[in-house]
């Protein structure tokens, strides 16, 4: 394994007492096509990932229902024994059926079990941080997420896990789930043109919880906007750099994790973060979502 050539941009970011690059890379897409099966590039999946170490990233974002089973295997092949400076953040509460859909999984016994196969899959004896998917593809449900955040809680007690966060919450969920544990993360959907996420975030900041958006680039359906073409035109910059350049500039506690299988695109999107906005450039951007 490589040693990283420079950290990329954007900083880091403490998840309780584990320190992360907040350019981060989500693992889904090494999966095969509707994150089910192996990938059809094995060796190209495994080199994204150990490209992702060599560019100085150290948070990488998976979950047991992606292949099912099949991220987390590769990123034990790739890594496994793990940098020090590597935290793995994963996901519990979803599984996958035979349709390719995302079932609920979020009783105790599901809990316990999604985490074992988890550790098991990772090569792992604690997972650095473990995320409570809640809702459903739709997006986020209202309802109590008492018993299952619970049943991670004492996973925690254990040993078996160091941090705790939510994914697909509402904002009442994020505070309920705060009233039972720590919370260091809430992952949910945010980009330029869906910011309903905007208070939340911001609210986030001020208690030092990182905020993880899931589809920063619009996910199966890429962003697309006249204002977004228009700045990326002006600085020369694809508009997947721009988007992404703005939401580490929108707030100092959101961490990026877009996800990709091709090691190109991955130092695109790592460089690309890096782009240098003016305030014009931020104002103009603004509108897309308002």
Known sequence: MHTPSAPPPGGTWTLGDLTVTRVGYGAMQLAGPGVM?????????????????????????????????????????ALHPYPASLHIVTK???????QGGWP??????????????NLDDLGLDALDVVNLRLGDAQGPRPGSLAEAFETLAELRRQGLIRHLGVSNATAGQVAEARSIAPVVCVQNMYNLAHRQDDDLIDELAAQGI??????PLGGFTPLQSTALS???????ATPMAVALAWLLRRSPNILLIPGTSSVAHLRENTAGAGLALSGADMAELDVIGR
Do not use: K, M, W
């Not at 192996?38 to 229902?65: C, F, K, N, S």
């Not at 519990?92 to 059926?97: F, Q, S």
């Not at 228009?230 to 020369?236: I, S």
């Open 104 to 117: 609920p999984a979020r009783r105790p016994e599901e809990l316990r079990a999604s985490v074992r196969e």
């Open 37 to 77: 099966g192996p990938p059809a590039d094995r060796d190209g999946a495994l080199a994204v990932l150990r490209e992702a170490v060599a560019l100085g990233i150290t948070h990488i974002d998976t979950a047991g229902a992606y292949g099912p089973r099949v991220t987390n295997q590769l990123i034990r092949e």
């Open 230 to 236: 228009a700045v990326a035109t002006r600085l020369g």
């Open 210 to 215: 990182a905020y993880v958006p899931f589809f």
């Open 92 to 98: 519990v509460g979803g599984v996958r059926d035979a």
